[in-house]
């Protein structure tokens, strides 16, 4: 597998790992860092969809490294498909503890923008 490389564009979301949140080797909780993935995907489909957006789907994930509590944990969203209602967000997080960092996970959702009663509405 090819070694991915963090993108250059601002990031969506950064936190730091919580030390509450771990396995008995000290590696974050999977459920910690899919809740990042809601959060992350929620801020960034908010921009593109002009209002509330929800996942319909996340049609890929994959883990590619353990993350460590203390560590900064950054999350990047891009835009990679934009239909009339829905679109697809790829999200890519990295662990950035000092100068080095590592990708901990990548992420492909399809999301779509709703109303005030979550029913789909079209993007502006």
Not at 22 to 47: C, E, F, I, M, N
Not at 85 to 102: G, H, I, V, Y
Request: aromatic residues 4%; negative net charge.
């Amino acid at each position: 597998m090819a070694e991915a490389t963090r993108p250059d564009g601002a990031p969506t979301l950064i936190t730091v790992a919580p030390y509450d949140q771990v396995t008995p080797r000290g590696a974050v909780l999977g459920s910690w860092l899919l809740a990042q993935v809601d959060h992350a995907a929620g801020l960034a489909g908010r921009k593109i969809a002009g209002g509330d957006a929800l996942i319909l789907s996340i049609k890929e994930l994959t883990f590619h490294g353990a993350l460590k509590a203390g560590e900064e944990f950054v999350m990047h969203a891009d835009l990679s498909r934009r239909g009339n209602s829905s679109f697809n967000l790829s999200l890519s997080a990295w662990a950035e503890p000092d100068a080095d960092c590592r990708q901990i996970l990548g992420a492909d959702l399809l999301m779509v923008a709703v109303d005030g009663e979550g029913k789909p509405r079209k993007l502006p």
